[in-house]
Nanobody, 124 residues
Framework: QVQLVESGGGLVQAGGSLRLSCAASGRSFSNYAMAWFRQAPGKERVFVAAISRGGSSTHYTTSVKGRFTISRDNAKDMVYLQMNSLNPEDTAVYYC?????????????????WGQGTQVTVSS
């Protein structure tokens, strides 16, 4: 069992930045690929970014490439999402997720453990 707790969400103006954090506890963190998903009101949960177990491989959805950076610290059991140049379309609840083994680029069904989510609101 893996427990995930997100933090760092909030309200930011367009063009601003936020850094989301996800603290993991439970089984060996370094055995899990990690990802961030987001869900806007009335929409499905969608893939944002993922990182491999060792951190050497990262993947992003097209709309966030060049603006968002996913990273992890296996010594601290943490994963991060640095979000720059935010725009109102980035407004959503952001979820941290994990899966045992290799990293995959979504969909949500491929990930086994989820945090409770953190709200990100970008004002225009």
């Amino acid at each position: 069992q893996v427990q995930l707790v997100e933090s760092g969400g909030g309200l930011v103006q367009a063009g601003g930045s936020l850094r989301l954090s996800c603290a993991a506890s439970g089984r060996s963190f370094s055995n899990y690929a990690m990802a961030w998903f987001r869900q806007a009101p009335g929409k499905e949960r969608v893939f944002v970014a993922a990182i491999s177990r060792g951190g050497s491989s990262t993947h992003y959805t097209t709309s966030v490439k060049g603006r968002f950076t996913i990273s992890r610290d296996n010594a601290k059991d943490m994963v991060y999402l640095q979000m720059n140049s935010l725009n109102p379309e980035d407004t959503a609840v952001y979820y941290c997720a994990s899966r045992l083994g290799t990293v995959v680029i979504g969909p949500p069904q491929r990930y086994d453990y989820w945090g409770q989510g953190t709200q990100v609101t970008v004002s225009s």
